[in-house]
């Protein structure tokens, strides 16, 4: 586990950036700028699939973040009189989009007891 962890964090230390964007003309994809690790790639996906999420404080409702990090990045920065938790935020966030999801392993349900 150590050894996988070592060669983990050294992909940060590379100039490699031997993972890319499927999407055609993003500036992440083969022959562009692509990522470290395959999980950054994945994350970025996100951006593509994302119908966004909302801020419920802008009045004029424009700007759409694809991941929910990102909204609470900008709430935090610009609606610095507003809680991280306030109601209106929590709303927002529950409203998961269905593609979030779509590149993670799913997990297999564990077998039932049959008696």
Do not use: W
């Not at 083969?30 to 994302?50: Q, T």
């Amino acid at each position: 586990r150590s050894k996988y962890l070592l060669a983990y964090h050294a992909a940060v230390h590379s100039s490699a950036r031997p993972h890319y964007c499927n999407v055609k003309d993003c500036p992440r994809s083969e022959g562009g700028k692509g990522f470290k690790r395959k999980n950054e790639m994945i994350r970025h996906a996100l951006v593509h699939d994302s119908l966004g999420y909302v801020c419920p404080f802008c009045p004029d409702k424009e700007h759409r973040y694809p991941r929910p990090d990102n909204l609470q990045r900008h709430v935090r920065l610009h609606h610095t009189d507003k809680d991280i938790n306030d109601s209106l935020i929590r709303e927002v966030l529950s409203q998961r989009s269905n593609t979030s999801n779509k590149f993670r392993k799913q997990r297999r349900a564990a077998p039932k007891n049959i008696t």
